[in-house]
């Protein structure tokens, strides 16, 4: 069974930093294509960025220079640093596994940023 479970959600002000964790079991981690989206509520599902199985990475714009996604093939986790975060970056941050045209879904984890 496929699972991936995102940690490390919650409560921060403007300005400061939060990391996401997504820990997988059922795949094998190494060679999917592993990927952050974020939904804020009433708008869609959008991708932060992506990082491949050699490790490498690219982000949308927004997130350039303020979030940085690594992964930790040993231990089957994908990670999101998010720093300098805004208000607008409030949303549900779901963690994806993506293989061809196979691709798997986290729960989400719910990030606030308010003061």
């Known amino acids: 069974q496929v699972q991936l479970v995102e940690s490390g959600g919650g409560l921060v002000q403007p300005g400061g930093s939060l990391r996401l964790s997504c820990a997988a079991s059922g795949i094998s981690f190494g060679i999917y294509v592993m990927s952050w989206y974020r939904q804020a509520p009433g708008k869609q599902r959008e991708l932060v960025g992506s990082i491949t199985s050699s490790g490498s990475t690219n982000y949308s714009d927004s997130e350039k220079g303020r979030f940085t996604i690594s992964r930790d093939n040993a231990k089957n986790t994908v990670y999101l640093q998010m720093n300098s975060l805004k208000p607008e970056d409030t949303a549900v941050y779901y963690c994806?596994?993506?293989?061809?045209?196979?691709?798997?879904w986290g729960q989400g984890a719910q990030v606030t940023v308010s003061s």
């Open positions: 994806n596994a993506r293989r061809v045209l196979i691709q798997y």
